[in-house]
């Protein structure tokens, strides 16, 4: 199987899970931290994205870099 059959396989998957489960995904609990986990790192992991920096890049030449928490009214966001 190709890298492009691969992918397109992940990110079907991906598409199952979260049309199995939806209603779980739509509740206010589920965040976007839990999204990120759950659907965003895989499907970028899908298409070849070193998401977890696996390559030990510094950080100017990483695929990936993650956004510091900002608090808006004593509350993280």
């Not at 991906?14 to 965003?40: C, H």
Request: aromatic share 12%; proline share 1%; charged share 35%.
């Amino acid at each position: 199987m190709s890298a492009k059959e691969t992918a397109r396989k992940k990110v079907a998957e991906l598409v199952e899970k979260f049309a199995a489960q939806s209603q779980g995904y739509e509740d206010s609990n589920y965040n976007e931290e839990q999204t990120r986990e759950d659907f965003i790192n895989p499907f970028f992991k899908a298409l070849g994205w070193d998401i977890g920096n696996e390559q030990g890049h510094s950080e100017v030449y990483r695929d990936v870099v993650f956004e510091a928490r900002e608090t808006i009214d004593g509350a993280a966001k």
